[in-house]
């Protein structure tokens, strides 16, 4: 395995780095979704979507010192668009899950009492797929065998996500809401079901890498 896949590489470090800030922000998003069932349009919540706004803006920065390194040590460009496909898809991950904050903002949405257990259970469901997707890219410097097991673990979490969207989605438009609050909350179940839709495509880009490193 070429000397860019080794754990002594620069851009490994800077890439854990990357990858320990994505999971940060993960995380302040599960929390800010939380304040928000707890307190609903607070101010709380509205700092806490720009407390996870700052932390994916600080992933953000290291992504570009990491496309910066590779580019500065004229790396093999196969495997430099590897790592550069593989950040912009995890990056996208991080994207859908800011732009439910903002959905839920802009739209002044409120979540029915009776519905807000199945949100979030899919809440949790889908950042577990994106925290197991951040361990294969963690894998893939070291192990590349396992990283399909990663691959397997997303895509069941992913297969869940759906029969979860699937359901809240009929429990929706089985109730005594008006047409215009059924249709925003279809279009939130499904924003917050693309963050494991998206998880997926990383850990196929995974697959893919691994692959042919280990070809």
Do not use: C, W
């Amino acid at each position: 395995m070429e000397i860019f896949f080794s754990k002594r590489n620069k851009v490994y470090e800077i890439v854990e780095r990357y990858l320990d800030k994505m999971l940060e922000a993960a995380e302040l998003f599960k929390k800010t979704m939380e304040k928000y069932f707890e307190t609903g349009l607070s101010r709380e919540f509205i700092e806490m979507i720009e407390t996870t706004h700052l932390s994916e803006s600080m992933a953000d920065d290291i992504r570009r010192e990491i496309e910066l390194e590779m580019y500065e040590k004229s790396l093999i460009p196969e495997s430099r668009g590897d790592i550069l496909g593989l950040l912009e898809v995890t990056d996208e991950v991080m994207n859908k899950a800011q732009s439910v904050l903002y959905q839920i903002e802009t739209e002044n949405l409120e979540i029915p009492q009776e519905l807000k257990d199945d949100f979030i259970k899919l809440i949790h469901n889908n950042i577990s797929a994106f925290e197991v997707a951040v361990d294969g890219f963690r894998i893939l410097f070291h192990n590349l065998k396992a990283v399909r097991e990663k691959v397997q673990e997303v895509d069941k979490r992913e297969s869940s996500s759906d029969r979860m969207e699937r359901d809240l989605i009929r429990k929706i438009f089985a109730a005594n809401y008006d047409i215009g609050k059924k249709i925003l909350l279809k279009d939130l179940v499904i924003e917050i079901g693309n963050i494991s839709d998206t998880s997926e495509e990383v850990t196929d880009r995974l697959n893919i890498v691994a692959a042919k490193r280990m070809v």
